[in-house]
């Protein structure tokens, strides 16, 4: 566990001496998403390829450990359980979200929906599973039953999905730019914060329970006060749409990143920018380690057309520099 550093000088320090980012090859086609278990002992990735690929964290380097496969089309997003260390789910464009075991290495569940899926999100209390599709259409999943419990058609362009820790407030970036929140289980329209002039991309609500960010089609990431509903800053370092985001796991630094050759890493407190990653291409998922200061991501393969080497390939940043 790293230790909770007061300001940001220690923080930038910390990373002059942690700077080295390890590259595993995970599939033979692009990576979708990227996620770490909730103890961080394993990392999965998600791929065009239709597969979910399964690594384990030692000391300084992860150590391949199976591949799930059973997907007939692309896994667009996964998310793990947020308490149990062995499950983790995924939504593909085949019409089915899946859970799987990495204790029996195999397929779980299977629930078939009404349209290909793009992204997912597992309630912190472990009940639900909410999916969306390319028809704006979120799904509620049971997860003891395995049975759909409630279908939500929105009329509007929905980007990413997110939970509050008490599992009772259900979050949505919409095209207008807009976070609309609802209470759950009822999905009573609670608010709607017009929160960028642009696309609203991506949420996350930090570990703390304090704070969630968006990204957007603007380049710009907002922080919010998840109490008040007040936009606290912005990050407004990269250039292009911030296409994810991710806090450490103290609450204390934020990552983003875009078609930018650069993943930024700001100070929350401040916004200031603590560190960069460079990258050689766009970069559509960025994954904080829960107990440290790794981060995983992975990179748009166009770049690598005539590197077929690089292709599927996910990243860490974060270890000791040699």
């Not at 390890?22 to 999965?44: F, I, M, N, T």
């Not at 629930?111 to 390319?134: F, H, M, S």
């Not at 380049?219 to 919010?224: E, G, K, T, Y």
Request: glycine residues 6%; proline residues 2%; charged residues 25%.
């Amino acid at each position: 566990m790293v230790d909770f550093y007061s300001n940001i000088e220690e923080l930038q320090n910390y990373f002059k001496t942690h700077n080295k980012t390890r590259e595993y090859q995970a599939h033979s086609s692009k990576v979708h998403s990227v996620g770490w278990s909730c103890d961080g002992r394993r990392l999965a990735s998600g791929s065009f390829d239709k597969c979910v690929s399964i690594f384990t964290l030692d000391r300084d380097r992860l150590n391949k450990e199976f591949t799930f496969r059973g997907h007939g089309g692309s896994v667009d997003q996964l998310c793990w359980h947020a308490s149990n260390t062995d499950l983790l789910s995924t939504a593909s464009g085949d019409k089915s979200v899946r859970i799987w075991d990495t204790r029996t290495q195999k397929c779980a569940a299977t629930i078939l929906t009404k349209g290909e899926n793009i992204n997912i999100a597992w309630a912190p209390d472990g009940n639900t599973i909410a999916v969306g599709n390319k028809e704006d259409l979120v799904t509620f999943i049971d997860t003891r039953t395995h049975k759909i419990k409630a279908e939500e058609q929105f009329h509007f362009e929905v980007n990413e999905i997110a939970w509050n820790k008490e599992s009772n407030l259900f979050f949505l970036t919409n095209g207008q730019g807009c976070i609309h929140i609802l209470s759950y289980p009822d999905l009573e329209l609670q608010h709607v914060l017009k929160a960028h002039p642009g696309t609203c991309i991506c949420i996350e609500l930090d570990p703390t329970g304090k704070y969630f960010a968006t990204g957007s089609a603007d380049a710009l990431v907002s922080l919010w006060d998840l109490e008040e509903l007040a936009c606290l800053r912005t990050f407004s370092r990269l250039e292009w749409p911030v296409r994810t985001i991710s806090f450490s796991h103290d609450g204390q630094l934020l990552a983003s990143a875009s078609e930018d050759l650069v993943i930024d890493i700001g100070e929350v407190c401040s916004g200031n920018k603590v560190v960069d990653i460079g990258v050689e291409a766009a970069t559509f998922t960025v994954a904080w380690h829960p107990s440290q200061y790794l981060l995983a991501f992975a990179c748009d393969d166009k770049e690598a057309y005539d590197r077929k080497r690089d292709a599927g390939t996910l990243k860490v940043f974060g270890f000791p520099s040699e």
